[in-house]
């Protein structure tokens, strides 16, 4: 029987805990043995990129919610920066050495603009892209993220 993963998801929060389950679904995705990336000979698909999407929040940023790891292809990225000019979202992009520096860049921006209300967050969906330094024309990771707001 052959099959494609096309998402996978957790339930999780932004606690220690939680970040290191996200750590480890990245990283089962990342080698493989989660084959969101790679089609069934264990090829890696250039045209899929993986991206983050946060939803079902029970609350707000404080409580749990689900995390779903998902392949996309560059349509979305279109489609995400429709909505943005829509103002549906808004868009960081942060950069730094590493993934998880622009990452944790990114988010503490994020909730910097929540805490001073710079934008009202809806806690619908967001998403998450990052990108390695090695694909980008700065040679600097980026972490680009989408936070629907009100």
Sequence with gaps: MSYRLESVSIKTSNTLEGMNQIHALW????????????DREGT??????PIA??????????GQYELTIMGVTNDF??????????GYYIKIDESGESIIE????????V???????????SFLEDFECSVPSENTED????CYVYISVK
């Design 77 to 86: 990225f279109q489609i995400i920066e429709e909505q943005v000019q829509k």
């Design 27 to 38: 990283q089962d995705i990342s080698n493989g043995k989660l084959p969101l990336l790679f």
């Design 53 to 62: 999407k946060y939803h079902h929040y029970e609350s707000d940023a404080l």
């Design 102 to 109: 622009a990452t944790q860049k990114a988010w503490q921006k």
């Design 139 to 142: 040679q600097k990771a980026h």
């Design 111 to 121: 909730w910097a603009y929540q805490q001073d209300k710079t934008i009202q967050r």
């Design 44 to 49: 890696f698909q250039k045209e899929i990129v």
